[in-house]
């Protein structure tokens, strides 16, 4: 009986650290998933900058040259806030698989946390040459010529490329937690249904290279609706925080009734 009692402290000492730990990665998965989002929309934000300080074509290499002369820090800002959302997702990706851990496979989870870190280097790349922007403007001093190649080889490889590869990563990632989370119910329901309908930017993302081959003209609506779609991931994002963060505060014991005394 003593054995027997000794073996059942161990037992329940050993799983409070346990509970305290899982508590303790939702938590630091919900502060970053916040954090993501937040550095998102503060993204999203300075994407949309030059046109409102009067660079209405910014596609016009020489005119994003002129605005990055003027504002350079706004270029690098968004830099610094790419990295640091890049560093949030890979802790978020293992907080959100450790909150599927009691009901969902463990293929599930490994795959969705693969994908989340493969996002995250998508976006830690983007950032890295948004930080460049002291190279590229040393290299537009020597030569404007030189300096307009290097930015379109820069927004390239960036917008064209780390971005919309993160963001289409970031998109599979955010529909797979909302099935999964449906699934297995290890997250509301409401924020499910919210993750999927943001998942319909990959219809839009996919469908434009194959309506462009059959020489399909895509309406400038859907266009629209995939550029919505993007801050509305992000409120995503910050749901999803809040959930992890709600579900790692510990269960308050209730106080034994008087009248049962």
Not at 76 to 90: E, S
Request: proline residues 5%.
């Amino acid at each position: 009986m003593r054995a027997s009692s000794e073996d059942n402290d161990r037992t329940g000492s050993a799983e409070i650290p346990a509970t305290t730990t899982n508590r303790a990665a939702l938590r630091a998965g919900g502060i970053a998933v916040v954090i993501a989002g937040l550095g998102g929309i503060a993204w999203f934000t300075l994407e949309l900058l030059p046109p409102v300080l009067g660079f209405d074509d910014t596609d016009n290499p020489a005119v994003s040259l002129d605005y990055l002369r003027r504002y350079p820090q706004f270029y690098a800002l968004a830099g610094v806030v790419l990295v640091a959302m890049a560093l949030a997702f890979v802790v978020a990706s293992v907080a959100v698989s450790d909150a599927l851990a009691p009901r969902a496979s463990s293929i599930t989870r490994r795959s969705l946390s693969a994908l989340g870190v493969l996002s995250a280097a998508f976006l830690f790349m983007h950032g890295v040459l948004r930080l460049s922007v002291g190279p590229l403007l040393y290299i537009d001093g020597m030569n404007s010529s030189w300096g307009e190649s290097a930015y379109l080889t820069i927004q390239t490889l960036g917008i064209h490329g780390f971005a919309q590869a993160s963001l289409l990563s970031l998109g599979v990632w955010t529909v797979g937690i909302s099935v999964a989370g449906a699934r297995s119910r290890a997250l509301p329901i409401w924020l499910c249904v919210l993750g999927i309908v943001t998942g319909l930017r990959l219809v839009v993302v996919l469908a434009g290279p194959i309506l462009m081959a059959a020489s399909i003209d895509l309406p400038e609506v859907f266009w629209f609706g995939s550029v919505a779609l993007i801050p509305l991931a992000m409120l995503w994002w910050l749901g999803l925080g809040v959930v992890l963060l709600v579900t790692s505060r510990p269960i308050r014991a209730q106080k034994p009734d008087d009248s049962v005394r």
